[in-house]
C-alpha cells in the first residue's frame, strides 16, 4: 500500500481564495483524521471520520472551514475564504478499527501558505 | 478537560541517552502512543503501551508509564544524529472512540 496519500504538498494562495485540500487513507481503514500543525498551536485534531460520517468536528476553528468524506477513499478538507492565520501543515491520517492499538497512519501533510 | 504536556526541547550528545517526558490527564487512558515526526514528514509511530502496564522495552526504547502521577517517559539508549527529530506524546481514551490527543511536542537535537 502506497499510505496515506494529500495533496497537493505545498499550496500558496491568496487571502480570500478558496483552498481544497484532498486526501486518500489506506486502503480498509475505516476512520479518518484531519490535522493542523502550527509552531503556536502544536498538533490539533480538526475533524474525524468514521465509515465516512463526520464524528467530531468541535476541532473545526470556524465557518470557514468544512470537511467532507463522500467515500471510502477520498476526503476533502475547504478553507472558504482563506485567510493568513490558516497558514499551517495540514496532515490527513487514516487507523482501522477499534480493537488493537489504533495506530495512525499520517500523510506527509500539505504545506499551506495564505498570503 | 483532555491535556498532554511535554518539554519543548531536549539537546543530547551522540551516544548518550535521551529520557523524554510527559503528562497527561484522562486517568481513563487505554493506550499511551510515542510518535516521530522527522523533517518534512508525517508523524509516524514509535512504540505505545498498554495502561495495564508500567514498561514496556523496544530494543533501544524503553517506555515507563506511572499511572498514579500520570507520567509517561520515553528513553532512548545511545542516541544516535538520526534520532533528532520531534517526539509526540498521545493518549487515546476509552469508550470505543478513536479520537487521540497529541501533546506539544519535543524536539530532540542530538549533538554528534
Known amino acids: 500500500d502506497a499510505g496515506v496519500i494529500q495533496s497537493p504538498r505545498h499550496e500558496v494562495t491568496e487571502m480570500g481564495q478558496e483552498v481544497t485540500l484532498r486526501c486518500k487513507p489506506i486502503?480498509?481503514?475505516?476512520?479518518l483524521f484531519w490535522y493542523r500543525q502550527t509552531m503556536m498551536r502544536g498538533l490539533e485534531l480538526l475533524i474525524y471520520?468514521?465509515?465516512?460520517?463526520?464524528?467530531?468536528d468541535s476541532g473545526m476553528p470556524e465557518d470557514r472551514f468544512s470537511a467532507k468524506m463522500p467515500n471510502a477513499s477520498f476526503s476533502t478538507l475547504k478553507i472558504q475564504p482563506s485567510e493568513p492565520r490558516d497558514s499551517a501543515v495540514y496532515f490527513c491520517a487514516s487507523s482501522l478499527g477499534l480493537a488493537g492499538h489504533n495506530e495512525q497512519f499520517f500523510g506527509p501533510g500539505t504545506r499551506l501558505t495564505v498570503l | 478537560g483532555e491535556d498532554v504536556e511535554q518539554s519543548l526541547f531536549l539537546s543530547v550528545r551522540e551516544g548518550d541517552s535521551s529520557v523524554i517526558n510527559c503528562t497527561y490527564t484522562d486517568s481513563s487512558s487505554t493506550y499511551l502512543y510515542w510518535y516521530k515526526q522527522e523533517p518534512g514528514a508525517g508523524l509516524q509511530l514509535l512504540t505505545y503501551?498498554?495502561?495495564?502496564?508500567d514498561m514496556k522495552q523496544d530494543q533501544r526504547l524503553t517506555v515507563l508509564l506511572n499511572k498514579k502521577d500520570k507520567h509517561l517517559s520515553l528513553r532512548i539508549a545511545d542516541t544516535q544524529t538520526g534520532d533528532s527529530a520531534i517526539y509526540f506524546c498521545?493518549?487515546?481514551?476509552?469508550?470505543?472512540?478513536?479520537?487521540?490527543?497529541f501533546g506539544t511536542g519535543t524536539k530532540l537535537q542530538v549533538i554528534p
Open positions: 471520520f468514521n465509515n465516512n460520517v463526520p464524528i467530531d
Open positions: 503501551i498498554f495502561s495495564n502496564m
Open positions: 498521545a493518549e487515546r481514551y476509552s469508550g470505543g472512540y478513536q479520537k487521540v490527543t
Open positions: 486502503s480498509g481503514h475505516d476512520y
